[in-house]
């Protein structure tokens, strides 16, 4: 029996795809490296569900890329559905490579429930997105429900949202003047150190915060001399 080209290719996708669920992750990353390498329709799917369950960062950053390699017509579908999974990486995940392709067609996808979502890599995720495909005149309704996430999480949860609500601009001054009264003093010191990165983007986080936390600490609302 003769063999094709067609069939060599058949039979390889197939060892691609069994190879993405190789117990080393240095199999699964030569895999994904080669799908994305060599893109087809059939992989889609697949791709999605991997980047559900992968445990290496590394391993799903080349699942993102591979995805970004096939056409946009098939992978929104896929990744739109996979932003309503009850599982929070397959959320996450599909957020981040809805961010890689930016597409704006993904907006109506980017809810609320997914801005405000417990799991904070999935929040910080939706916030990336949402301020790259935000379409134009619905910033301040997003940066009102940005705001709303002020005070949020460690360091790295906060320093994502001061970059999100940063990127969208001065129509974020009314949400950051409202949170600075906030009674919460973790919501007026995040706010407060949002407002000077808006101000001064060369400021660092760090220093933005300690300086917000003496406001704070002093009773301010940073609103003084403004």
Not at 5 to 10: A, G, I, N, V
Not at 192 to 210: I, K, M
Request: proline residues 6%; contains cysteine.
């Amino acid at each position: 029996m003769t063999i094709t080209r067609h069939d060599e290719q058949d039979q390889q996708a197939l060892q691609a795809l069994q190879a993405l669920e190789d117990d080393r992750a240095s199999v699964r990353l030569r895999a994904a490296l080669a799908v994305g390498t060599t893109p087809d329709p059939r992989f889609v799917d697949k791709l999605v569900e991997r980047c559900a369950v992968e445990p290496e960062f590394y391993v799903r950053d080349m699942l993102t890329w591979a995805l970004t390699r096939h056409p946009v017509s098939m992978t929104l579908p896929a990744l739109v559905r996979e932003v309503r999974s009850e599982r929070a990486q397959a959320r996450s995940q599909a957020l981040h490579t809805l961010s890689k392709i930016g597409d704006p067609r993904a907006w109506p996808a980017i809810t609320r429930a997914l801005l405000t979502d417990t799991d904070d890599e999935v929040a910080r995720s939706a916030w990336r997105v949402a301020v790259l495909l935000v379409p134009d005149g619905e910033e301040p309704a997003l940066a009102t429900t940005l705001a709303t996430q002020l005070g949020r999480g460690e360091r790295e949860t906060q320093l994502s949202l001061s970059r999100a609500l940063v990127a969208l601009g001065e129509v974020i001054a009314p949400a950051l003047h409202t949170a600075s009264a906030n009674p919460d003093p973790r919501v007026r010191t995040h706010a407060l150190a949002t407002q000077r990165l808006l101000r001064d983007p060369d400021t660092g986080f760090e220093f933005a915060v300690e300086e917000a936390k003496r406001v704070v600490a002093l009773g301010g609302s940073g609103r003084e001399g403004q």
